[in-house]
């Protein structure tokens, strides 16, 4: 690791810990309404936040809840969530309950799409998976039968999660099952040439400045054999949580050209984030048009658009 690499590190985890940084943030009071390119034409819309890590602390609370209610605000039209892990901090019953408490009170974005993290699996996992699948199943209405990947379609649209099958500390752990049951979803939503999105928390190896951004932070022994079912297909694009680094160069990659397959790796919520911009409560939000996805930074957390390099993708369909 880069000698400037482990001080940026250094610094966002003291940061983290100040206390200072779980403080209640206001929606600006300002204009600041959510901008598509083409409203008229838009197929599908979503917002995308990684990495709540929510404490029991009422600001946490009232923090995420900014998600849905800059939504609601600022007239956007999500059609779903995308929450990559990390949903608690230590896994305890309490931080569930006051996640799940947020997002049944919201009543702005109805289609909720939730993986776990490894702060989600490390500890208790049986359990931690079993209450956040009921509550995946409650909300789409859907029958998890005890397995913690799903697939769900959207206007359309195939969203695919993937998740860990067994309590890891850092990585996942998925089964030939799984990795089946990713190609088989592939190859279904992609057959009329629609784009599909993958979410799981960890990245791929070597994506997003890994291994030097963090030694650990890559999915694991099946890394390989999921990005390579990926990249069989055409307009795939993977969402990770977990690196915590902001936006900044590494923030999405191509992972094959060829099949226009991408990977964004989302900026962590709740704490201060790495690298680039660091802004806590950011997030990004996917448009989807018959010849394009579109992808903007936000700062949810606040309502507010964020400038600088790196806060706007645009890739066309293939």
């Given at each position: ?129 079993k209450i956040v699948m009921d509550k995946v199943d409650s909300y ?179």
């Amino acid at each position: 690791m880069s000698a400037k690499i482990f001080v940026l590190k250094y610094i966002a985890q003291l940061k983290a810990m100040n206390p200072k940084y779980d403080k209640f943030y206001e929606l600006s009071s300002e204009k600041n309404p959510v901008i598509y390119q083409d409203r008229e034409n838009l197929r599908l819309s979503f917002a995308c936040i990684a990495d709540t890590h929510l404490p029991n602390r009422e600001s946490a609370s009232a923090n995420l809840m900014n998600v849905f209610d800059d939504a609601k605000k600022s007239g956007a039209c999500y059609d779903a969530l995308l929450m990559a892990g990390d949903i608690a901090d230590y896994g305890f019953k309490s931080e569930y309950k006051r996640f799940f408490d947020v997002l049944d009170k919201q009543k702005v974005i109805s289609n909720l799409l939730l993986t776990i993290g490894n702060h989600d699996a490390r500890a208790i996992f049986k359990r931690n998976s079993k209450i956040v699948m009921d509550k995946v199943d409650s909300y789409l209405g859907t029958d998890s039968k005890g397995k913690t990947y799903y697939s769900y379609d959207i206007n359309g649209y195939t969203f695919i999660v993937l998740c860990t099958e067994k309590r890891m500390l850092e990585k996942a752990s998925l089964t030939k099952a799984q990795i089946d049951f990713l190609d088989k979803e592939l190859a279904r939503g992609t057959k009329d040439g629609k784009p599909v999105f993958v979410m799981c928390h960890q990245a791929f190896k070597f994506t997003h400045g890994l291994p030097e951004v963090w030694k650990t932070g890559d999915m694991g022994e099946e890394s390989d054999e999921v990005r390579a079912v990926m990249e069989k297909y055409k307009n795939v694009f993977f969402i990770n949580g977990h690196l915590h680094g902001g936006i900044f160069e590494k923030t999405m990659e191509t992972l094959n050209e060829e099949n226009n397959v991408y990977s964004l790796s989302v900026p962590g919520y709740r704490k201060e984030n790495n690298f680039g911009i660091t802004d806590c409560g950011t997030g990004y939000y996917g448009e989807v048009y018959d010849d394009r996805v579109v992808f903007t930074a936000r700062k949810f957390i606040s309502g507010e658009y964020i400038e600088g390099d790196y806060t706007k993708f645009e890739i066309k369909l293939i």
